[in-house]
Nanobody
Framework: QVQLVESGGGLVQPGGSLRLSCAAS????????MGWYRQAPGKQRELVAA???????NYADSVKGRFTVSRDNAKNTVYLEMNSLKPEDTAVYYC????????????WGQGTQVTVSS
């Protein structure tokens, strides 16, 4: 089993920035890819960004150029740097871990709320 603990969500004004973190523990040897999904009210959960242990990345088109996913393999932690935030980025953001960059992902965090509003 793998446990994922997210942190860093909150309320930010449009145009602002936030950084999310997700620390993995447990059977981390089974993990190659770690990533972030989000789910807004009334919408399906969608991929935001993901990264492998070899640092290959995958981004949703809607966040390219604004969000950056990174990873510290020594700390088993993945980060999501979010810049130029828009109201439509408002969602619960979930950390995920699995074996493949494009999923499916096996392990999920509890989620952290990101609200972009003035």
């Amino acid at each position: 089993q793998v446990q994922l603990v997210e942190s860093g969500g909150g309320l930010v004004q449009p145009g602002g920035s936030l950084r999310l973190s997700c620390a993995a523990s447990g059977s981390i040897f089974s993990i190659n890819a770690m990533g972030w999904y989000r789910q807004a009210p009334g919408k399906q959960r969608e991929l935001v960004a993901a990264i492998t242990s070899g640092l290959s990345t995958n981004y949703a088109d809607s966040v390219k150029g604004r969000f950056t996913v990174s990873r510290d393999n020594a700390k088993n932690t993945v980060y999501l740097e979010m810049n130029s935030l828009k109201p439509e980025d408002t969602a619960v953001y979930y950390c995920a871990a699995g074996s493949r960059l494009r999923g499916p992902y096996t392990y999920w965090g509890q989620g952290t709320q990101v609200t972009v509003s003035s």
